[in-house]
């Protein structure tokens, strides 16, 4: 079990054209007319609904499958549609945040991982997030309280004990690093990443 496996996955006007863009690769002949039809209405009567009939649980699996298929921004938009239609589902805001930190948006992931840990906050994957965000963003004291508040949630996943070894030998606290990575393998042994880790640690 990797963080990667973990962590899977309000619409701009860039996001809005976008999303209805795609959607007419979704939909029947007489679906794309109907949403055609619907742009004849008055601005106030207009809806997330006017750019698609797919509900937001529709739109996160579309999304899902557009991610897996390595179309990043097909996925996004689709997300942000579902965002649209749902706005306080921390699973969308999310894989909206994911997707914006993969792509190099590390200021507005943020602020949808924090969107999403409002909703949520004894989630330990949104607090691994953060602190993998801020650890890149050389925000230290804030990585480890994000990585302090996953332990305090779930103290048997490896995987925020190999965050924080790493997180520690950025800051060069050697030997707490160690027992991070130490405490890892003692959770999963063929943790693989860790145990390098920790070799070169103890190498050096």
Do not use: C, W
């Not at 942000?80 to 997707?99: C, G, Q, R, S, T």
């Not at 330990?124 to 050389?138: F, K, P, Q, T, V």
């Not at 393998?185 to 390098?196: G, H, V």
């Amino acid at each position: 079990m990797s963080l990667f496996q973990l962590l899977m996955l309000g619409a701009s006007a860039f996001f809005a054209f976008k999303i209805y863009e795609h959607i007419q690769t979704l939909q029947d002949p007489e679906e794309a007319n109907n949403a055609n039809n619907n742009y004849d209405l008055d601005e106030e009567e207009k809806t997330a609904d006017t750019f698609s009939p797919f509900s937001a649980e529709d739109l996160l699996e579309k999304a899902d499958t557009a991610y897996e298929e390595g179309d990043n921004q097909k996925a996004l938009a689709l997300l942000n549609e579902a965002n649209a239609k749902d706005e306080n589902n921390e699973e969308i805001l999310f894989k909206i945040a994911y997707i914006l930190q993969q792509s190099g948006d590390n200021t507005e992931a943020l602020k949808y991982y924090k969107d999403a840990l409002s909703l949520d906050k004894k989630n330990e994957i949104i607090h691994n997030a953060m602190a993998s965000l801020y650890r890149a963003n050389g925000e230290f004291t804030s990585a480890k309280i994000h990585l302090k508040a996953s332990l305090d949630i779930d103290d048997t996943n490896p995987i925020t004990y190999y965050n924080y070894g790493n997180l520690l030998v950025d800051i060069e606290s050697k030997e707490e690093a160690i027992q991070m990575y130490k405490k890892a393998l003692e959770l999963n042994p063929e943790f693989s990443e860790a145990q390098e880790e920790l070799d070169k640690l103890q190498e050096s």
